[in-house]
Each structure stands twice: as C-alpha cells, then as structure tokens.
C-alpha cells in the first residue's frame, strides 16, 4: 500500500507541476520566465519522493514545451533544466529543517541559485551575448522568476500543506491521523 501511496504522490506532483507549467507557458519559458509549477519544488520538505514528482513533472513540461514551440530552449532544456530542477529538489530536501519562523526559507534558496545558473547559462548560450555579462543577466531574470515561484508560491503552499492536518499526513504518510486524504 505505501509503495502505492508513493507513486501516487510523485504522479500528482508531477501532473500538477506540468499542468500549471503549460497552462501558464507564455510566463514559464523564455529569458523572462515565471514557471509557477517550480513552487512544488518544495515538496520535497514535506516527503523525500517529491523530489522525483518535481522532476518528472519539470522534464514533461520541457519535453511538452519543445514539441509544441513553447520552449524555446529545444532539447537542451529537457536535459539541463530537469537536471537543475532535480539538484534543486535533492538541496531542498537537504535544508527542509533549516527554518525561519516555522518556514523552510533556506530550502527556497537552492532552486533560485542553481535555476538562475544552469537556465541563465542555457538562455546566454542560445541567446547570446555569450559573454559574461550575457549570462548574469540572463541569470538575474530566471533568479528573478525562480524568487516569485519558490518564495510567493511555494513557501505558502508549504505552511498550508503543514497546517491543514489532513494534507500533511498525505504528504508525510501518517496513516494514523483521522480525517486523511489516503
């Protein structure tokens, strides 16, 4: 049944972060880019397979994105931006007791650092200028995106998830509690 429960969870996770991704694509990909569905990348604070749910979720949404024209990155976002998303979620994970007030707040930091430098990174090298300069300030406009996602959207999506009693048990797997959703 928990293996069950896991799948479940990491399914979810990675519908909900590419539906929201897509039906937001005009804002989620490009130089300037708000990709809403990197929120959930702080799931991971809450249960360690989120972190395959975020990064499931972030490669179908680069692979949706390059066969539909959205993702102007192509292919080489498929690659290096899941892979950003993935060593985002593993230092997420990592920092998940580190709080501020009750809030993970280091754990936010992580996607906005390794975003900005591995799609600031892409952006500058398929867009150019191919210069320092270039890249850090294509990467200043995906930490800037990153910071609205991660800080606007996830850590508030952490504390509901926290303190409604039966989300938090569904993420976490505490059967015991009355009033789940599992």
């Known amino acids: 049944m ?8 990491c399914a979810l996770i990675a519908a909900l972060y590419t539906a929201v991704s897509l039906a937001l694509a005009p804002i989620a990909f490009g130089a300037v880019q708000v990709r809403v569905g990197e929120a959930l990348t ?14 499931l979720g972030c490669f179908l949404t680069n692979l949706v994105g390059v066969f539909t024209g959205a993702n102007v990155l192509g292919a080489l976002d498929i690659f290096f931006g899941t892979a950003a998303t993935l060593a985002a979620a593993l230092c997420t994970r990592r920092l998940a007791h580190v709080r501020l007030k009750g809030l993970p707040v280091a754990a936010a930091v992580p996607p906005v650092l390794i975003n900005a430098a591995v799609v600031g990174a892409e952006l500058a090298w398929a867009f150019g200028p ?5 890249f850090l300030l ?11 996602s991660c800080f606007a959207f996830g850590l508030p999506l952490v504390r509901v998830i926290e303190k409604t009693p039966a989300l938090r048990a569904w993420f976490t797997g505490d059967e015991n509690r009355r009033g789940t959703l599992g």
């Open 130 to 134: 191919r210069t320092l300069g270039g």
């Open 2 to 9: 928990k293996n069950t429960k896991t799948l479940v969870r």
């Open 42 to 55: 702080l799931l991971p604070v809450l249960a360690p397979d989120a972190i395959i749910g975020v990064t």
């Open 138 to 148: 294509q990467a200043a406009g995906v930490a800037a995106g990153q910071v609205i």
